[in-house]
């Protein structure tokens, strides 16, 4: 049972853009938040060219871009049921499994939320928009 200041477990982890992968340096593109209590998996990227530029002029920011966006859309597709091998939970474990690309996933964390849609805009502010 759910009541108003029930809190669920969470799991997230940062999209960041890594352009030259062999330098290593890297900046936060976006989240994607998972939350199995209440079928939630969802991502948010917020692409700031310049930050990703001041680490190589050179990086191709249109398809930074694009492989952020695809794990964003990634998220908001229907999927089968666990028993089917393709429910959230393995959605959420492929999109964040390590890898050595130019957008990659960071380790997963997790938290606790009453609010997992509010907890994405506040980690994205957080860990992903520039200070204000």
């Given amino acids: 049972m759910s009541g108003p200041n029930q809190l669920y477990p ?5 999209l ?8 290593g340096e ?10 199995q209590d209440l079928d939630y998996l969802r991502a948010r990227a ?6 990703i530029l001041a680490l190589d002029p050179q990086a191709n920011v249109e398809l930074i871009s694009r492989a952020a966006e695809s ?6 597709q229907p999927v089968g049921s666990n028993r089917e091998n393709a ?19 960071s380790p997963v964390h997790t938290g606790l939320t009453g609010d997992p849609a509010a907890t994405l805009d506040q980690l994205v502010r957080l860990l992903v928009l520039p200070p204000a």
């Fill in 16 to 23: 960041r853009a890594v352009p030259r992968v062999e330098r």
């Fill in 71 to 76: 794990v964003v859309t990634a998220c908001e």
């Fill in 46 to 51: 917020e692409i700031v060219p310049a930050r």
């Fill in 87 to 105: 429910g959230l939970v393995t959605r959420f474990g492929i999109l964040t499994a390590p890898r050595s690309t130019v957008v990659q996933p």
């Fill in 10 to 14: 969470y799991s997230y982890a940062i």
């Fill in 26 to 35: 890297f900046v936060n593109l976006g989240v994607i938040i998972y939350c």
